[in-house]
């Protein structure tokens, strides 16, 4: 179907964007302004001063022996008092004695929003959400933070969360201001910032990870934030890699309505009338270029809309292109489970409900295999 979408290589001030330096240095920054600035509102904090972390005894039993567990707190002060604490579960894959000294995994930072326990335990293990022995025999290290440490669920006029530490109180909220899928996205920034310290973990090598709302999250996460080598969207359908215009399924009113707490209030602007938004989702998919970028879908996800989501990455390429990569542009819609994997992106549509599951991880492994 063809669609009418803002152009991805033409500024705002109608230049042609035709090399990785325009991109980088013009276009790339004023698409990054126009999502803060319309969906996601603007983080008005990066790293706070003073922030720590503080790591458990690792538990070395997991798996057979196979993986080394860490907790780690991530604990921060509010600009007006108040205290944050992020806690973050890591896997590290480990020989009979232990983490091998010296050597750095690559690792999947994954975003639970409700699913797993902040607190690590057992479950970890039997999760099909987060199958950990499955990535670490696959050679990876994975993380995982939740979204009730970061900003709970719920619309509360923003006083719980981050929002509460770090929002200003001397003046009404403003209409950029950053929604919770902004704010978790700030806190998956905060669990990079940990995981560059660890002695076990390659910090060039780490892939952000999130399933629907979560989803939404990684990719506004890897978009903000290129620390993040590879961003993985599983299923995150409306504002998040579905383009808006002409979607089926949710749209724009629809997620106001309901999750009135997500976005900017300036996105609200938009309901009903997504042909006005200056960017659609394929620009925040471009926003990863050249990083190694991911989306899947599941067949009976009509809510998410796995073609819009495919078109997306699509319209995406051209920005891949700038830095001499291929991307889909070219591959018809999918058969049910057949990946299409591209030199720097990669998709599949797994049969199946709205979910993410073991067989998802498969593919996205086999993507990872030999890139990240
Ligand atoms: C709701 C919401 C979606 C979201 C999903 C989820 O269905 O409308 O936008 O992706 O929840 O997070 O599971």
Not at 212 to 235: H, I, P, Q, Y
Request: hydrophobic letters at 40%; a negative charge.
């Amino acid at each position: 179907m063809e669609r009418s979408v803002p152009r991805l290589l033409v500024s705002q001030n109608g230049h042609e964007i035709d090399s990785a330096r325009l991109w980088a240095e013009q276009r790339r920054p004023e698409l990054l302004d126009l999502f803060a600035e319309q969906v996601y509102g603007r983080q008005p904090v990066q790293r706070p001063e003073g922030m720590t972390f503080t790591a458990s005894l690792p538990d070395a039993a997991c798996f057979d022996g196979k993986a080394v567990r860490k907790t780690i707190a991530i604990a921060f002060t509010g600009e007006h008092g108040g205290e944050g604490r992020i806690r973050l579960t890591l896997y590290v894959p480990a020989e009979a004695d232990g983490i091998q000294q010296g050597r750095r995994y690559p690792a999947f930072l994954l975003f639970d929003h409700g699913r797993l326990s902040a607190e690590a335990n057992e479950l970890h293990a039997t999760s099909s959400f987060w199958p950990v022995e499955q990535i670490v025999a696959c050679g990876y290290a994975t993380a995982m933070i939740a979204a009730e440490d970061i900003d709970p669920d719920e619309h509360d006029g923003f006083r719980n969360g981050v929002h509460g530490l770090f929002d200003a109180i001397d003046r009404p909220r403003a209409s950029d201001a950053w929604g919770t899928i902004a704010a978790w996205a700030w806190g998956l920034s905060r669990a990079m910032d940990y995981l560059e310290t660890d002695p076990a973990i390659d910090p060039a090598r780490v892939a952000v990870i999130g399933h629907s709302r979560g989803g939404k999250t990684a990719l506004w996460a890897g978009a903000l934030d290129e620390r993040f080598a590879m961003v993985v969207s599983n299923e995150s359908g409306c504002t998040g890699a579905a383009i808006s215009r002409g979607k089926a399924g949710e749209r724009i009113h629809q997620i106001n309505t309901v999750f009135p707490h997500w976005f900017s209030e300036n996105y609200k602007r938009y309901n009903n009338r997504e042909d006005e938004l200056p960017v659609d989702q394929h620009m925040l998919l471009a926003l990863i270029a050249p990083r190694l970028l991911y989306v899947s879908s599941a067949a009976e996800d009509e809510w998410a809309d796995p073609a819009s989501e495919y078109l997306s990455l699509q319209l995406a390429e051209p920005a891949y292109r700038l830095y001499g990569a291929d991307g889909l542009a070219s591959e018809p819609f999918p058969q049910l489970d057949s990946p299409l994997h591209a030199a720097r992106c990669g998709y599949h549509i797994r049969a199946g409900r709205h979910d993410l599951t073991e067989v998802d991880w498969t593919y996205v492994l086999a993507f990872a295999k030999q890139r990240l």
